[in-house]
């Protein structure tokens, strides 16, 4: 394996595979819980690799994935580029923190939303993220179909 790009060295804590289960909602669709699994990876250059794929708990069925990068050029400035397979890409910035009792705080909200011709409309995502040790804990708001920005998804995740 490559070495950690310097760049990187103050978002190491994000490596690895993270697991745990989620819930989510929106008024146009039913309640429903899920597994997931994402990956930051690293390949010497000054970003990060992220993968996320989720399936759900009743049927065991995949449901969301999403791919992309995080880079970090200064100090507490995240940009995350991600595509999603419902024909969605989104660009995202935000800062990264540690809080008083070392508990890591990641806060993006959406810059660009592009979506093809068949992808449903969404007009605003913010993504919140704690990372305590080996938890991080999410929560995702989307503005969708019309509705205004509203709570969509919270998850628990423990590094593997």
Known sequence: MADLHP???DVAFLLGTWTGSGRGEYPTIEPFEFTEVVTFDHVGKPFLAYTQRTRSIATNMPMHAE???WRFPVPGLVEVVLSHPTGITEIE????TTDLSGVIVIELV???ISMTTTAKTVT???RSIRIDGDVLDYQ????????PLQH??????VRN
């Open 152 to 157: 969509h998804l919270a998850a628990r995740l």
């Open 93 to 96: 910035q935000g800062t990264f």
């Open 110 to 112: 959406s810059k660009v």
């Open 67 to 69: 791919s992309g990068y």
């Open 140 to 147: 995702v708001s989307m503005a969708a179909v019309g509705l």
């Open 124 to 126: 605003a995502l913010e």
């Open 7 to 9: 760049q990187l060295i």
